[in-house]
C-alpha cells in the first residue's frame, strides 16, 4: 500500500526560510475511496431490483390476455420488491449504527430472551428447509445495552446459518459467561467460509458467492450490521469455520453489571 501525503512550503520571514508542512493523508484518502465503492455498490444493489421490476411491469403489459403469464410475472415483482424492502431496511439500520456511536440508551438485556425472540423469526426459513433452530448454553445472562440491535444481531446470523446450510441440519444458537462479557454464538453445519475471506465477509456488500447470496436473498449487509452492533456495545464478533463442515460467529458483549453470572441449565430444543 502507499502512503499519501499533502505537502505546503510556506514563505517564514525574510531570510529565505520557508515552512514546510507534510500531512499524511493515507487515511482520509483510504476513507473517501471506502466511501465511494460503498455509493457504487448501493447504487448498483438499487440499481438491479429497480430494472428488474420495469422490464416485468412491461412484460405484463404485453402478457395483458395471458392471465397465467400475468401472475407469474406479477409474483416475481413482488419478490423483486421484497428485495429492494430488505435491502432499504438493512441500509436504514446500518445508517443508524455504523456512525461509531456507542448504543444510545443501554439497560439489562436477558440473553435467552433475545435469543427465543430472533429464533422465532428465523423458524419460518428453517422450517422450509427442515433445519432445526436449538437453544442452549447457560441461563439468567443479561448483557448492558440494547434489547432490538441484539435481536437484531441475532437474526442476521442466524439466518446466515440456515442460508448457507444444507437441509436437514442444526443451528446451535447459546450463550456463555466469559469474565466481564457474555458470549453468544450461532454454529451451524454448513457449506463453511475459506479461510482467505474470513477477515472481509464482515465488509459490507463483501460476498464468497455473490449468486448464490442473492438467490437466499441477501443484501449483502448482514455481517456488517452485525459487526457494527458489537462495536457500538464496545464489543465484538468473531468467526471460526471450516469449508465444508460449517461456521460458527460468536458475539461477545459486555455483560451487565459487569460480571456475568452463570446459572448451568441443559440445552433445550426448539
Ligand atoms: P449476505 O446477505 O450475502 O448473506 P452477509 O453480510 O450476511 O451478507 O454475509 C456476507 C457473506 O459471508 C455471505 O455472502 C456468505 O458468503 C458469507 N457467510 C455469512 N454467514 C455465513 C455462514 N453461516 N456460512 C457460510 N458463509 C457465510
Same mark, same amino acid.
Given at each position: 500500500?502507499?502512503?499519501?501525503?499533502?505537502?505546503?512550503?510556506?514563505?517564514?520571514?525574510?531570510?529565505?526560510?520557508? !515552512?514546510?508542512?507534510?500531512?499524511?493523508?493515507?487515511?482520509?484518502?483510504?476513507?473517501?475511496?471506502?466511501?465511494?465503492?460503498?455509493?457504487?455498490?448501493?447504487?448498483?444493489? !438499487?440499481?438491479?431490483?429497480?430494472?428488474?421490476?420495469?422490464?416485468?411491469?412491461?412484460?405484463?403489459?404485453?402478457?395483458?390476455?395471458?392471465?397465467?403469464?400475468?401472475?407469474?410475472?406479477?409474483?416475481?415483482?413482488?419478490?423483486?420488491?421484497?428485495?429492494?424492502?430488505?435491502?432499504?431496511?438493512?441500509?436504514?439500520?446500518?445508517?443508524?449504527?455504523?456512525?461509531?456511536?456507542?448504543?444510545?440508551?443501554?439497560?439489562?438485556?436477558?440473553?435467552?430472551?433475545?435469543?427465543?425472540?430472533?429464533?422465532?423469526?428465523?423458524?419460518?426459513?428453517?422450517?422450509?428447509?427442515?433445519?432445526?433452530?436449538?437453544?442452549?448454553?447457560?441461563?439468567? !445472562?443479561?448483557?448492558?445495552?440494547?434489547?432490538?440491535?441484539?435481536?437484531?444481531?441475532?437474526?442476521?446470523?442466524?439466518?446466515?446459518?440456515?442460508?448457507?446450510?444444507?437441509?436437514?441440519?442444526?443451528?446451535?444458537?447459546?450463550?456463555?459467561?466469559?469474565?466481564?462479557?457474555?458470549?453468544?454464538?450461532?454454529?451451524?453445519?454448513?457449506?463453511?467460509?475459506?479461510?482467505?475471506?474470513?477477515?472481509?465477509?464482515?465488509?459490507?456488500?463483501?460476498?464468497?458467492?455473490?449468486?448464490?447470496?442473492?438467490?437466499?436473498?441477501?443484501?449483502? !449487509?448482514?455481517?456488517?450490521?452485525?459487526?457494527?452492533?458489537?462495536?457500538?456495545?464496545?464489543?465484538?464478533?468473531?468467526?471460526?469455520?471450516?469449508?465444508?463442515?460449517?461456521?460458527?460467529?460468536?458475539?461477545?458483549?459486555?455483560?451487565?453489571?459487569?460480571?456475568?453470572?452463570?446459572?448451568?441449565?441443559?440445552?433445550?430444543?426448539?
Amino acid at each position: 500500500e502507499s502512503t499519501t501525503f499533502a505537502v505546503r512550503v510556506a514563505p517564514l520571514g525574510s531570510h529565505g526560510q520557508v !515552512l514546510v508542512l507534510a500531512e499524511d493523508q493515507t487515511e482520509r484518502r483510504r476513507v473517501e475511496a471506502v466511501r465511494r465503492d460503498f455509493v457504487a455498490n448501493v447504487s448498483h444493489e !438499487l440499481k438491479t431490483p429497480v430494472g428488474a421490476l420495469s422490464l416485468l411491469a412491461e412484460t405484463i403489459q404485453d402478457a395483458a390476455d395471458d392471465p397465467e403469464a400475468v401472475r407469474r410475472f406479477a409474483g416475481r415483482m413482488q419478490h423483486e420488491a421484497a428485495r429492494l424492502t430488505y435491502l432499504v431496511q438493512d441500509l436504514i439500520t446500518l445508517s443508524r449504527i455504523q456512525g461509531g456511536e456507542p448504543v444510545p440508551a443501554p439497560g439489562p438485556v436477558p440473553v435467552d430472551e433475545a435469543m427465543h425472540e430472533a429464533i422465532d423469526r428465523c423458524n419460518t426459513k428453517a422450517s422450509a428447509k427442515d433445519i432445526t433452530l436449538v437453544a442452549g448454553g447457560t441461563e439468567g !445472562l443479561s448483557i448492558f445495552g440494547d434489547d432490538e440491535l441484539l435481536v437484531t444481531a441475532l437474526r442476521n446470523l442466524i439466518d446466515n446459518a440456515v442460508a448457507y446450510s444444507p437441509e436437514h441440519t442444526r443451528v446451535v444458537v447459546s450463550a456463555r459467561p466469559a469474565g466481564d462479557c457474555v458470549e453468544v454464538s450461532v454454529s451451524d453445519q454448513g457449506i463453511g467460509i475459506p479461510e482467505g475471506a474470513q477477515e472481509r465477509i464482515f465488509e459490507r456488500f463483501f460476498r464468497v458467492d455473490a449468486a448464490r447470496s442473492r438467490a437466499t436473498g441477501g443484501t449483502g !449487509l448482514g455481517l456488517a450490521i452485525v459487526k457494527h452492533v458489537a462495536v457500538a456495545h464496545g464489543g465484538e464478533v468473531t468467526v471460526w469455520s471450516k469449508e465444508g463442515s460449517g461456521s460458527t460467529f460468536t458475539l461477545r458483549l459486555p455483560a451487565f453489571g459487569g460480571q456475568a453470572v452463570p446459572v448451568p441449565r441443559t440445552t433445550i430444543p426448539l
